[in-house]
């Protein structure tokens, strides 16, 4: 997905769904429909992207909360007003939270006891995704308090005991887990040598490792989502905009409007058209994900280890579905760009068709 910069950007698919409607028809005009056909499109992508942000837990609430106000309004200039304003500012809002929850984090990491479950939380706390670190200042901090309470601040005793022959396991999902922090994450357990690391890997730092890839992917895929709407929608209010050029104009003067508007279209089919094999691209790192979790699931309910499996087995069912639906979207993303991208190239052709004949 590294094909356009990750930049926030939905904004010129206002403008593209919003010329539509300016646009005078003409009959020597046979593209009107798959312009119209395009740029609604658009419009409803973009409409269905905001209502999906509306409850995507991955995304921070600030964002939810913004999106889920301007789908309820039911009004299009409310969706408009949050692609084009109200996202940024929601973003904003959400980094100076994330912000801080990390600032209190680690005030509470640096002056908890040494070997208390606050500490250990809290180191973990920080080496969490964004969304853990907001449930832990809410809600985690206090259990960690009361897990000291009743274990008198010895966790490391605790944690040592739950180890004892899940080595191999940690080993297997550090090679082929398909999510590069839990790899990573289970690479650090056994370079630590001891059951204690391999009890820390079960008990936190699995979760951890598995909540931001999953918060990495949504993330990373709805900002790059907006980018194809801006370059997409762009492109589109350029095409339509030479074709209003070519209409009023004639001669050779309309025949540069008309080749200005087939390269457009052109271009657009294939940025669409790219965005299509992108997404495909994701659908396929979410079909391993939910694989995984399901093959989790299957050696969880025969484990016979001391671990916690069926806090394992509840996760891994959670993940399986998270990744099941991701790769339902992508895969319906994928769908939504490829057909853009067949309009634009009829879009194209009727241009070029006109060309042929003025000759």
Do not use: C
């Not at 996760?315 to 769908?335: C, F, L, P, V, Y």
């Amino acid at each position: 997905m590294g094909r356009h910069t990750l930049m926030p950007a939905l904004l010129a698919a206002v403008l593209a769904a919003g010329v539509v409607t300016t646009v005078h028809t003409a009959p020597a005009f046979a593209s009107s429909a798959a312009v119209s056909t395009t740029t609604a499109a658009l419009a409803a992508s973009m409409r269905e992207t905001v209502f999906q942000m509306s409850f995507n837990q991955a995304l921070q609430s600030e964002i939810r909360d913004a999106a889920y106000v301007a789908v309820v309004a039911n009004d299009e200039a409310k969706i408009r007003e949050f692609v084009l304003v109200g996202y940024h500012r929601a973003k904003d809002r959400a980094t100076q939270r994330e912000t801080l929850n990390t600032a209190v984090i680690r005030e509470i990491n640096r002056t908890a006891i040494p070997g208390s479950e606050v500490q250990g939380s809290s180191e973990s706390a920080l080496r969490s995704s964004f969304n853990a670190q907001e449930t832990y200042v809410h809600s985690g901090y206090d259990r960690a308090v009361e897990l000291d309470r009743v274990h008198d601040n010895k966790r490391q005793e605790r944690l040592a005991r739950l180890a004892a022959e899940d080595r191999a396991y940690v080993t297997h999902l550090a090679a082929h887990d398909p999510g590069a922090q839990v790899r990573a994450a289970a690479q650090r357990a056994l370079s630590g040598g001891d059951d204690r690391s391999i009890g820390l890997f079960f008990a936190y730092e699995w979760k951890i490792g598995a909540e931001l890839d999953t918060e990495r992917f949504v993330r990373t895929t709805t900002e790059q989502n907006q980018v194809w709407h801006d370059q997409i929608a762009r492109l589109t209010a350029s095409a339509l905009a030479a074709e209003a050029a070519e209409r009023e104009a004639s001669g050779e003067l309309a025949r540069k409007y008309r080749l200005e508007a087939q390269q457009t279209w052109e271009q657009v089919d294939r940025e669409a058209g790219q965005s299509s094999v992108d997404w495909l691209a994701e659908k396929t790192k979410a079909d391993a994900q939910a694989a995984m979790w399901a093959e989790v699931a299957e050696y969880a309910r025969a484990a016979q280890s001391e671990q916690d499996w069926l806090a394992v087995l509840e996760q891994a069912n959670s993940g399986r579905i998270t990744w099941e639906e991701a790769a339902g979207k992508a895969r319906d993303s994928a769908a939504h760009w490829l057909a853009v991208a067949e309009q634009a190239r009829k879009a194209a052709k009727d241009a070029a068709n006109r060309d042929l004949g003025d000759r």
